[in-house]
């Protein structure tokens, strides 16, 4: 998915979108990319997460936050698309977003806080 809203992105870039619906199509394709992107980096520091080194889950605990600052940032372009002319509702979270909104973040926290303890108290 990041790939292909990211080929989304650049060629939409190349267009000629002036008849003021150019800006809110440019921030459904960011808004819809930065999803994937936050989604994308979840999965892969679960499968991290996985390895049972030191180096594996520090990687895991990096993507996690990643993931974390891309569901934000996904957050921020939802609004500017919604608050761009014509003006559309912030419709609910569903489906993939909605899971992933509400695991992001507590599986976020709890990775770190079990590394930091798990590995300071090693040392």
Excluded: C
């Amino acid at each position: 998915m990041v790939k292909y809203w990211q080929q989304a992105q650049d060629n939409l870039m190349n267009l000629p979108l002036t008849n003021g619906w150019g800006e809110k199509h440019l921030l459904f394709v960011k808004w819809k990319y930065t999803e994937a992107k936050a989604a994308a980096y979840y999965y892969h520091g679960l499968i991290l997460d996985e390895g049972n080194t030191e180096k594996f889950h520090g990687m895991a605990v990096a993507a996690l936050q990643a993931s974390d600052e891309y569901l934000r940032e996904s957050k921020k372009l939802s609004e500017a698309f919604n608050a761009t002319p014509p003006l559309s509702r912030n419709p609910p979270l569903w489906g993939t977003m909605k899971y992933l909104s509400e695991k992001i973040p507590k599986d976020t926290s709890s990775k770190v806080r079990i590394n930091r303890d798990l590995y300071t108290h090693e040392k």
